[in-house]
C-alpha cells in the first residue's frame, strides 16, 4: 500500500538552528498538508500546499516557517531559528483530490522534533 | 465556529468490555466530513472512517462502529469487545473549507487504556 514517508523519524536540534524536514508524498498526490502535535495534545493544521503554492497557513506558520517541493517528489518544512516550543510532532500527509478523499488523508509516520 | 470536541479525555476499561468514544462538532458548511483516526503508541496517525454529512447511515467494521446523529452534531465511535491492541488515543476530525482551501480541524483525542 501507497505510503508517504517522513525523515528523519527524530531529530534533535539546538535552539536557534534551522532544520528541514523531509516527506515524500504518494506519487499521484496533488495536495500535501503538514501537521503538527505537541506532546499530549491535539494535532493542528500548519499549512496546506497545492499546485506548488500555498493554499492555507494557519496562524502558527508564520515567517519562521516555509514549505517547498524542491524537485517534484519531496515536500519539505523548513523551521528557521528554532525555538523550544517548536519540539513537536510534524506530520506531513497527502491526498489524490479533493473534496475529503474517502480513505481519509494519508498522513507520515512523522518526524519528532527536539529543540534543546 | 469550526471545532470538535471529545469530551472524555482519558478512558480506561477491561478486556472484552465495550466503550464509545463521544465527538461532537460545529461547523457552518452543509456538506462536511468526519473522520477518526487511531494514533497508538508508536505515533502515526492511522485512518479509521470517513463520514460525509449526507449519509447518515451507521457504519459497522468489524468489532469497530460508528453512529453519526446529525440532529445531535456528534458521531461517536464504538468498540466492541476491546481488545488491549485497542489501547490509542483517537481522534475526531472534521473537514473544514475555507476559500477553496481545506484542512483537518481535530479534537483533542480520547486516550483509551484497555487492560487485560
Known amino acids: 500500500e501507497p505510503e508517504v514517508t517522513q525523515t528523519p523519524s527524530h531529530q534533535v536540534t539546538q535552539m536557534g538552528q534551522e532544520v528541514i524536514l523531509r516527506c515524500v508524498p504518494i506519487?499521484?498526490?496533488?495536495?500535501f498538508y503538514w501537521y503538527r502535535q505537541i506532546l499530549g495534545q491535539k494535532v493542528e493544521f500548519l499549512v496546506s500546499?497545492?499546485?506548488?503554492?500555498?493554499?492555507?497557513k494557519s496562524e502558527i506558520f508564520d515567517d519562521q516557517f516555509s514549505v517547498e517541493r524542491p524537485d517534484g517528489s519531496n515536500f519539505t518544512l523548513k523551521i528557521r531559528s528554532t525555538k523550544l516550543e517548536d519540539s513537536a510532532m510534524y506530520f506531513c500527509?497527502?491526498?489524490?483530490?479533493?473534496?475529503?478523499?474517502?480513505?481519509?488523508?494519508?498522513f507520515g509516520s512523522g518526524t519528532r522534533l527536539t529543540v534543546v | 465556529a469550526q471545532k470538535v470536541t471529545q469530551a472524555q479525555t482519558e478512558i480506561s476499561v477491561v478486556e472484552k468490555e465495550d466503550v464509545t468514544l463521544d465527538c461532537v462538532y460545529e461547523?457552518?458548511?452543509?456538506?462536511?466530513?468526519l473522520f477518526w483516526y487511531k494514533q497508538p503508541p508508536s505515533g502515526e496517525l492511522v485512518f479509521l472512517i470517513r463520514?460525509?454529512?449526507?449519509?447518515?447511515q451507521n457504519e459497522i467494521s468489524g468489532r469497530y462502529s460508528w453512529n453519526f446523529q446529525k440532529s445531535t452534531s456528534s458521531f461517536n465511535f464504538t468498540i466492541t469487545a476491546s481488545q488491549v491492541v485497542d489501547s490509542a488515543v483517537y481522534f475526531c476530525?472534521?473537514?473544514?473549507?475555507?476559500?477553496?482551501?481545506?484542512?483537518?480541524?481535530f479534537g483533542k483525542g480520547t486516550k483509551l487504556t484497555v487492560n487485560p
Open positions: 463520514r460525509n454529512s449526507f449519509d447518515e
Open positions: 506519487s499521484n498526490h496533488l495536495y
Open positions: 461547523t457552518r458548511d452543509t456538506t462536511y466530513y
Open positions: 500546499f497545492y499546485n506548488n503554492e500555498i493554499s492555507e
Open positions: 476530525a472534521l473537514r473544514v473549507t475555507q476559500g477553496g482551501s481545506e484542512k483537518l480541524v
Open positions: 500527509a497527502s491526498s489524490e483530490n479533493r473534496p475529503a478523499p474517502i480513505d481519509g488523508y494519508t
